[in-house]
């Protein structure tokens, strides 16, 4: 029960600051994206080390798991670029359509993984002791 607490509230976190980032990003909040879009890839990166805890207490379906795995990988691939453009975009403001590209390719990748990861959850069943 504790990982899959620690999993949903990471999770959860992880969506807060993707959107509180987007937001203030779109809107020109330069000092609050600059503190929720690194803390957002670094919550992913906590939610995906949380998954690892909770597969050892649920047992999923593996063609349902290696079709999330394929959303989940593209995703966590896909921050990458969002990280090398920011960084990018801070010493040259020519960068802002490549850095806006890498975005919302993170956000439609990230929004497939964490549609197929609510699906796969769905047929989890809690494993024998």
Known sequence: MIPAIGFWSSFCVTLA???TSLV???RGGRRVHLVTGPLTLVMLFVTIACTKILIRDYAFPEP????HLKFAITAA????PVLLTGLWFLRCPRARLWHRIAVWTFVVTALS???TGIWLFSYAT???D
Request: aromatic fraction near 4%; charged fraction near 5%; hydrophobic fraction near 65%.
């Open 24 to 26: 203030s990003g779109l």
């Open 17 to 19: 600051l993707l959107v």
């Open 126 to 128: 809690l494993k024998a």
């Open 77 to 80: 691939v896909a921050a990458v």
């Open 113 to 115: 993984a964490t549609g």
């Open 64 to 67: 349902q798991l290696s079709f």
